[in-house]
């Protein structure tokens, strides 16, 4: 089984220019979140999606950070303009979304590494 | 505001040893806990989830606790190898998997 795949792994950009970041979850999985992770801290959660609908965004700052998940497949998460704070990596992560069980186990893909300058 | 807590930034313990590490949590009523393990440059990788209703779960040399009156999850690896060196996190989810949070990690070293 193919895990999560994402897509670049490492960007580098100068402050005010936009960045987008590309995630494809494991085949048949309802739940896609993204995580902002800044060095020596845990993952923080940007924005959960259940199928193609928004659940929680509410740690997303939607001035500068957006993000869709056409067809309830494949995401993307953008950043326009780009801070300084925000270099960090961008995790994907995808569940089956099937509560009970281990239907909330997430499995995260490797990351973009993104350095703001 | 909801505020999740690892014990230690780092914890350093001999092979062969068990490893116990700490969560607590306040100002949050969690229908799950869930531990990862993270290695450098990787993403997240799920170990063990256990309900709010449950007290312990085990999975080979892994058992993790929830208290849910102290708001602290205790995660043990038992006869630690220098494979288990990494860093743990706990994370707390509310029903319906949604307000995940996360802890910032212990980073574990076991030394031969």
């Known amino acids: 089984e193919a895990g999560v795949a994402q897509s670049p792994r490492y960007k580098i950009i100068e402050k005010r220019q936009s960045v987008a970041f590309w995630c494809n979850p494991i085949?048949?999985?309802?739940?896609l979140y993204w995580y902002q992770q800044i060095l020596g801290q845990g993952p923080k959660l940007l924005i959960q999606?259940?199928?193609?609908?928004?659940?929680?965004d509410s740690q997303l700052p939607k001035d500068r950070f957006s993000a869709e998940r056409l067809k309830g497949v494949d995401s993307t998460l953008k950043i326009q303009p780009a801070k300084l704070e925000d270099s960090a990596v961008y995790l994907c992560?995808?569940?089956?979304?099937?509560?009970?069980?281990?239907?909330?186990?997430?499995?995260f893909g490797p990351g973009t590494r993104l350095l703001v300058l | 505001s909801q505020k999740i807590e690892q014990n230690s930034e780092a914890l350093n313990i001999q092979e062969g040893k068990t490893a116990t590490l700490t969560c607590n949590y306040t100002?949050?009523?969690?229908?799950?806990l869930q531990w990862y393990r993270q290695d450098p440059g990787r993403g997240p990788v799920f170990l063990l989830l256990?309900?709010?209703?449950?007290k312990e779960k085990r999975k080979e040399r892994l058992k993790v606790t929830f208290d849910t009156t102290l708001k602290q999850s205790l995660f043990h690896i038992t006869a630690s190898q220098p494979a288990d060196s990494a860093t743990y996190l706990c994370?707390?989810?509310?029903?319906?998997?949604?307000?995940?949070?996360f802890g910032s990690g212990t980073r574990l070293s076991i030394r031969p």
């Open positions: 992560a995808s569940s089956p979304g099937v509560a009970g069980g281990e239907g909330e186990t997430q499995y």
């Open positions: 085949s048949g999985h309802a739940t």
């Open positions: 999606f259940q199928n193609n609908g928004v659940v929680d």
């Open positions: 100002n949050y009523s969690p229908a799950y």
């Open positions: 256990i309900r709010e209703n449950e």
């Open positions: 994370a707390l989810a509310g029903s319906s998997a949604s307000k995940i949070i």
